[in-house]
């Protein structure tokens, strides 16, 4: 995700709602995508997002700019997800988990079976990605999906940056056993 402007973010912190508008459509797909992500339950990251979003209003004038701005939102993200994810662990399942994910549109000349292959190998790896422990899909997650840096990972999820590395490392490892039998895809971890 890249960086809104200073000059935005100043507007957003004034009051201006049609500069928050603005902030609001370039990062609600991020946070969706990193809810969804941490809850594995489309109903729930929408809700999550929804809060993140309000609180999102209410705290940016809170903001000082030590940090990057996605990475002081990710870290409200990621605070409200774990609370969420906790309460859901002590709620009885309401619906199962819809394991749908998105998947980037591909440009028209593109081979329809590539497509289809590309598309399912994404969906396998990704559906393993949510069947690792906590801490560690949401490494993988931040890495590769939001395309965070092993430092912006560490700010956010308050841990040493090698703890990042090894978190991520052995992420691979266990995606890598799970998924042995598929060809191609030790190239994509």
């Not at 990062?27 to 990193?34: G, I, P, R, S």
């Not at 993200?77 to 998105?102: F, T, W």
Request: hydrophobic fraction near 40%.
């Amino acid at each position: 995700m890249q960086e809104p402007s200073a000059h935005l973010l100043a507007r957003c912190r004034q009051g201006d709602t049609q500069s928050f508008a603005q902030l609001v459509a370039s990062v609600q797909a991020y946070v969706y995508n990193l809810a969804f992500r941490l809850l594995r339950d489309e109903d729930e990251a929408h809700d999550l997002a929804q809060d993140a979003l309000l609180r999102l209003w209410q705290m940016l004038p809170t903001f000082r700019g030590e940090s990057r701005f996605t990475t002081w939102l990710y870290r409200l993200v990621v605070n409200l997800g774990l609370n969420r994810l906790a309460h859901m662990r002590r709620q009885p399942a309401q619906s199962p988990i819809d394991e749908r994910l998105a998947v980037p549109a591909t440009g028209l000349a593109a081979d329809p079976q590539e497509v289809h292959t590309t598309a399912e190998l994404r969906r396998l790896i990704w559906q393993e990605v949510d069947a690792l422990p906590d801490r560690y899909r949401l490494v993988i997650t931040l890495y590769y999906q939001q395309e965070c840096s092993y430092q912006e990972i560490a700010d956010i999820l308050h841990m040493p940056i090698n703890t990042v590395k090894t978190h991520l490392a052995r992420a691979r490892q266990a995606l890598a056993s799970r998924l042995a039998h598929i060809e191609g895809v030790e190239d994509d971890l």
